[in-house]
Structures are given as C-alpha cells and as structure tokens.
C-alpha cells in the first residue's frame, strides 16, 4: 500500500523508530553532503524533494536527529569499502568534511582524537562519538594524558559498520554541550537473515626517520555471523589485532643545555635538529615503539515483544597489550648502545640533570580489559505517541600501565628493577535516559515533538604507585600519585519539528542541565591527600533552526545553537607527578559557553550534490591545556587553563558526484576555511598578552579533501584520494613556528590508493597505499609513511 505524502515524511522525521521488521525503511543519510527531503508521491511514488533532509532504504535507522536542518554527513557500508583503506573503525571518517582523527598507527588506542571545524586534536571532549547510541566518547578528560581520553574506537571494527553519520554543531537538544564540535554515530550491522564473514588483512610501513630505518607490520582478522530467527536477531563479530607502530617520541637534549667543559661518554649517532620553536637539539633515540595485540567481541541481541516493541542488549568486550621499546641511537667509542649517564658529543658534555637516565628511554607494559553494555526498549508505531528507554554501561575493569624507573635504564631495566604501576581500574561511565515523541494531530502544520530526560555519569579513578623490586610483575607498593573523582549532568530537554508551511521548517529546542562534581581528590604521598568541595552548576542551551525550500533543487537553511561544556573529573582533579612530566590541576574552573551559528545552501545537481555552508563560533572560557618544558628541571609543566575568548568564522564547501563526466567517475571533495582566533586571555605562556590574536591550536586556517573513484566493472574499481591540511600550532601564544618536527604540528598533503576486485559473490580482495606520496608530517608524534595494505574477505 502506497503512503501518503504525511507517512513519508513522518518516517523520515524520526528515523530511529523506523525499523526494518515493519517494512522498508526511510533514515536520513548523506554521503559527503545534505539532500532536500525524499517523499513519496501519492500517484507515483516518483521522489520528490523537500527540507533538507535526504531519505535512503537501510536496514538500521540512526540515531542522530536528522528531521533537524542542519549539516549532516554520512557514509555507507558500500562507499566505506569501495574507497578507503579502513583497518580501525575512525577511518571511515578520512574522507568527511573539517574533520581529522590524529591516528598515529594501527590500533592506535590512547590517542586518536577527533578534531573539528572549531575544534583541535587537544580538545576530544568538544565532540561525541557514539555506536548504535552507545555513548564511545571518553569524557573523563580531555585530550591526552595518564589515561588519554580518545574515543574508544576500538569497540567498533570496520567489517561491522553498516553507516556512520556526523552532525556538525550543537544544534540538537538531545545532546550534551560536548557536542559543540559534532556528532558521530556508527551504526552497525543487524542482519534479516542468515550471514557470515571472514577476513584477513596486512600491512606493512617501511619507515625512515633520524637514525631509524625499520619496517612495521599489522596482521588484522575478523569473523563475524548473525542471524533473524523469527522475533530474535542476533549478531557476533570477533577482530584481533596485531600491530607494530613506529616510533613515536623521542629522546632530546637542547644544545643550550650542554657545556664545553665536563666529562661524560663520549658517544656518536646523534642527529642534529631542531625543536618546534627553532631551537637548536639533538636527538638521541626512540620511545614509545608500541607493539599492540587487541581483541574485539561483540554481541548484540534484538527481540521484537510485539510488532511495535523491541529490545535490544549490546555486549562489547575490549582487550589490549601493548608493549613499548626504546631504541637508543648513541654509541661509544666500542660500539655499544648508550642508554644511561653523563654523555659528550659534538663538542658538548651533558651532565647532571642533562644526563641520560631510564626516563629518556622508558619501557611500558599495559594491559586492559573494557566491557561495554547499551541495553534499550523502544516503540516504533509511527502514531502519535512513540517512546524509548535507554542504558549504557562503560567499566575499564582492568586497566594496568607498567614502566621503569627514572633511577632504572635500559638494557637492564628489560629484566625488571624499580618502577611503577599505573591502575585505572573502576574507572568508567553510565548512560540513563528516557525519551518520548509527540506527533500531534489537529495543530496547525506538522509537528514533530521530541522531549526527553537523561542522566550521564562518570568515575575516574587512577592510582600510581611505586614499584622497587620488579616493575614488570610486583604488585601495587607505595603510593606515587592518585587522582579520583566524579561528575554527572542531569538534563532536561524538548525539541519541537514544525513543517509551518509547504515549503518551510522550523525547529526550536531547548536543554536544562543540572551539573556536579563530586569525590575529588588528589595525592602524592599518603599523608598529603587533598579532597575538594562539591560544585554545581546550571544551564540552559536554546537551540533554533530554520529551513526553506528556495527552489525544487535547492535548500537553504540556518542553524543557532548554545552549548555548555563542563569540566572533566581529570581537568578538575588530574594532578600527576612524574620523573620528566608535572600536571597542575584547578577544581574551581568554569565550563565552557559556545555560541555556534550555521547558514547552508545545497543544491541537488541531478547526479551531483553541492554544499556551501558559513559558519561561526564564539567560545568563552575555552578549557586548555597548555603545557611548557622546563629546560632547566628537565620538566614538562601543564596546566588546564579558562581562556577568555576564541572567535571562529569559517567558510565550508562540500560536493558528492556519481558518474560525473563519465558514468564510471565518482567524485567528492570539500575545501574548509577556519580563522579561529584568540580574542581574549588572562593567562600567557610566556609573557602576559602573548596568547592575544593567535590562532587557536591545531585548527589550521584550510584543509581540504578530495577523491575519484573509478568503477570499470561491477568486480573492480580504484580510487584515488587527497587531503590536505595548512599550518597549525600546538601553543596558545604559536610560538611552536617549525612543525616538521618532534612536539610539532606540520601541515600536510597525503594521497591514499585503493583497489578493490570482488572476485565471485563469496570472495572480496583490496589493496591499498595510504600516504602513497610518503609525507612526513607531525602532530607531535610523526603520522605513518607510506604503507601498504593487502585484504582478503569472503562474505556467505
């Protein structure tokens, strides 16, 4: 039976309770850029196009609000494998829009964090990133640091990725003030009947850098099988991981730091360089040359208790070893590596704090387990009323990191000896939330109204101590350092979709959110432990949003939206000590206040989309953290900081094409302009003002992506792409100036291959080049060289 104009566009208003056991179903999705509104026609059923709001035939509806006109992104399944090299679940967004994941190698788990438009790869709590609705964003803190705070990629594969979707801004009631940056929803496969996979993948990245010149290796294999049996739908997906990354940090002494006089081992093999200011340094080896073995479990199960009624439970388990080595690169007069002591070379002696000691050249052991649970219960009648209960679980049940003494170098700490131990176990966060849709009758013009309560909360705790006898394998000794705390954000929110006239929509929300901090604490010895007050705070994020349907091809539409970011448990409470670092805390910092404005024009082209969107953000009381070395301590001192003011407009251009020029030719790109600067700071790095008028950190002033694909035939096809990323800075006051550099951020341009041959109906083969035209580029660890993939699937 045919559906009305009204059905169809109900359907596509509220995807997430249009779900695949009542028929065909209508989500809004968008590869690379925003179609107007699909509906059927009551005669036809032709398409006919409406509001921003682009309708596809997918068997699992997203979570992301896309009734509302405003930036969505997204990519399918099919485009994911036809055109990217995807070994880890973030590459599925290489090729999007403003955005960047700092993946340094292969399973890269501690600091793969997502930068936006307005947002740098210091900031992971501007963002959320979710599966199926499962909140993977770790938002115990923000940026890197003891326990990093990416999101936990790794509980998505690539092989089960169904669709990821982005939306751009905080434009939505539904979501925290972290989301002031974007929205990231994976949805993941479900199947309707019988399925299986297999695959096997390698890669291998020969690498050339200071006095390295090595080749790593990635195995990857992953099975996966589900099945529909009547109201149960079940699925499982297993990976394992085994990767070695490059080096990734690197042992350094400033060459002010030496002196002419003094003795020490004469030692050759170090490189000259210079630092991210200009300094002039010498590098005298490698750290943090991770070898990472990870498995992934997932199962999830959905039961339909009545044609209109579904659970669904969630079961992700995470484990990961990791061990770093450190490769030292002097030598002495015998030939033998020098890890240790007072050390001269080109002229200069390095002694005292200056020498070498088993902190230049760490050893790491981690080990960690995740568990992850998202259990829902959801109507999906398409009447007047639907509603949803919703819970989230995610616990670090063992999260253990083990590395040698500063007193205890290499080679002799390989075999145990002083350290310390590292335990973040009980740490994680929870989910609860209960939402509801209105779909009124009888009011003037079609409303959609969506309400909802939510509670999120989360627990740090992290605990160091020290280690005499055998870090390797002790148990927990004195105590070194400990940082613990909670939050939680209680929220109020509604959302009202309102189609007031034939050609227009308005959406007008509003969030209420009660926020506190609670338990903080932290210490350095047992007898100095502080404990801080309990604090709350209130806000409320209004959020408005207006499109029209100019002409039958092109929309346009305006976006206003207010998000309040409040401080993490580790921004609050994070004060850690150790041999070469120091981190300074402040509980009594403000939450961040965004304003973010969007216009946008799209214009369907027939077989091509095109977007231009402007856009604008004012931040006040940006939360940083800005660190400085010490040379004279060896230290590094950090300090999470309230920045006055960053003002950032911007200018982004989006295009998708099937069969341009050529039935065969797939094309899409994009072109971002951000000028984010610092308008106003009490603080400096360096001296007062020194922050005022600089570029706010790793957002460069362009980037820009592009790729073809070329299909010769339905077995294979070939794509080539392109991004490209200007001058950034690490600093507030962008003193950092050299980013070709160890500690620095470099501008890059990185083009990436992939083939891709579907030998039968079973069998699926790839192979891939990323960074085909080997840029060395920065963030201040180095991003991989050129490296070659091979991949092997069969699908039954």
Do not use: C
């Amino acid at each position: 039976m045919r559906k009305s104009r009204m059905a169809a566009a109900l359907a596509v208003a509220f995807p997430r309770v249009s779900t695949a056991f009542t028929g065909p179903v209508l989500t809004g999705v968008l590869a690379l850029s925003l179609l107007p509104l699909a509906q059927a026609d009551d005669n036809n059923n032709a398409p006919s196009k409406s509001l921003g709001v682009v309708t596809i035939t997918s068997g699992q509806p997203s979570s992301l609000p896309t009734q509302i006109p405003t930036t969505l992104e997204g990519a399918t399944r099919e485009q994911i494998e036809t055109t990217i090299n995807a070994t880890d679940s973030e590459d599925a967004l290489k090729y999007f829009p403003s955005l960047l994941v700092r993946k340094r190698y292969i399973g890269d788990y501690n600091h793969a964090i997502l930068s936006t438009r307005a947002s740098g790869t210091g900031n992971s709590a501007r963002s959320m990133v979710y599966a199926d609705g499962i909140l993977l964003s770790n938002l115990l803190g923000n940026g890197v640091g003891g326990l990093s705070f990416p999101p936990r990629w790794g509980l998505v594969t690539p092989e089960e990725i169904e669709r990821v979707d982005v939306m751009y801004g905080p434009f939505s009631a539904a979501y925290a003030g972290n989301s002031a940056g974007a929205v990231v929803d994976y949805v993941t496969r479900m199947p309707t009947q019988f399925e299986a996979h297999v695959s096997a993948g390698f890669t291998t990245q020969p690498f050339d850098l200071y006095n390295t010149h090595d080749t790593y290796k990635a195995w990857q294999t992953s099975a996966s099988l589900g099945n529909k049996n009547g109201d149960l739908s079940w699925w499982l997906n297993f990976n394992h991981t085994d990767s070695d990354g490059q080096p990734l940090t690197f042992a350094t002494r400033l060459l002010s730091a030496g002196s002419a006089t003094g003795s020490g081992t004469a030692v050759t093999g170090a490189v000259a360089n210079a630092n991210n200011a200009g300094q002039k340094w010498i590098v005298l080896g490698t750290g943090t040359q991770y070898h990472t073995v990870q498995d992934h479990v997932k199962a999830k199960l959905a039961y339909d208790f009545t044609p209109t009624v579904r659970g669904s439970y969630t079961l992700g388990i995470w484990q990961n070893t990791s061990v770093g080595s450190p490769v030292s690169y002097l030598r002495n007069a015998a030939g033998q590596t020098v890890y240790s002591g007072a050390f001269s070379t080109g002229g200069l002696t390095y002694s005292g704090s200056q020498a070498l000691t088993g902190a230049d050249f760490a050893l790491t052991r981690q080990a960690s387990t995740h568990f992850m649970h998202g259990l829902s219960l959801k109507s999906h009648t398409q009447g007047e009323w639907d509603w949803e209960l919703a819970a989230s679980l995610y616990d670090y049940s063992r999260d253990l990191l083990r590395q040698n003494a500063a007193s205890n170098p290499a080679p002799a700490a390989a075999s145990g000896g002083a350290g310390t131990l590292a335990d973040g176990g009980g740490t994680g966060w929870n989910t609860l939330a209960a939402r509801g849709t209105w779909r009124p009758t009888g009011l003037q013009g079609a409303h959609i109204v969506d309400f909802g309560v939510q509670q999120d909360s989360y627990k740090l705790s992290y605990v160091t101590s020290t280690l005499s006898n055998n870090w390797l394998s002790d148990a927990s000794g004195s105590l070194a350092s400990s940082v613990k705390g909670r939050t939680q954000l209680r929220s109020l929110w509604a959302q009202d979709v309102w189609a007031f006239a034939p050609r227009w929509k308005a959406v007008l929300g509003l969030r209420l959110e009660d926020w506190t901090a609670t338990q903080g604490q932290t210490a350095f010895s047992a007898s100095s432990a502080l404990a801080f007050a309990e604090r709350s705070v209130q806000a409320a994020s209004p959020k408005a949003a207006l499109s029209w349907q100019w002409q039958p091809d092109t929309v346009l539409k305006a976006s206003l939206g207010r998000a309040v970011r409040f401080p993490t448990v580790a921004e609050l409470y994070g004060a850690t000590s150790t041999t070469n670092s120091q981190y300074i805390n402040d509980p009594n910092l403000k939450p961040e206040r965004s304003w973010t404005a969007e216009l946008s024009a799209e214009k369907d082209l027939g077989n091509a989309l095109a977007r231009l969107t402007y856009f604008a953000e004012t931040t006040r009381d940006a939360l940083y953290s800005q660190t400085v070395y010490d040379a004279a301590a060896n230290k590094n001192i950090s300090r999470v900081q309230n920045v006055g003011r960053i003002d950032t407009q911007g200018l982004e251009a989006a295009f998708n094409g099937q069969g341009v020029g050529w039935r065969e030719l797939d094309v899409l790109g994009s072109v971002t302009y951000a000028h984010s600067i610092i308008k106003e700071n009490a603080g400096y790095v360096s001296t007062p003002g020194d922050t005022l008028g600089r570029q706010q950190p790793n957002i460069p002033r362009w980037r820009a992506t592009a790729q073809a694909t070329w299909h010769f035939n339905p077995q294979w096809s070939a794509s080539l792409g392109a991004r490209y990323s200007g001058t950034q800075y690490r600093t507030l006051n962008n003193a950092d100036t050299n980013g070709f550099t160890y500690m620095g951020v470099s501008r890059y341009f990185t083009t990436d291959l992939r083939v891709l041959w579907r030998i039968d109906k079973t069998l699926t083969a790839s192979f891939g080049i990323d960074n085909l035209n080997n840029y060395q580029y920065w963030n201040f660890h180095p991003y991989p060289q050129r490296s070659y993939q091979a991949n092997l699937r069969a699908d039954f």
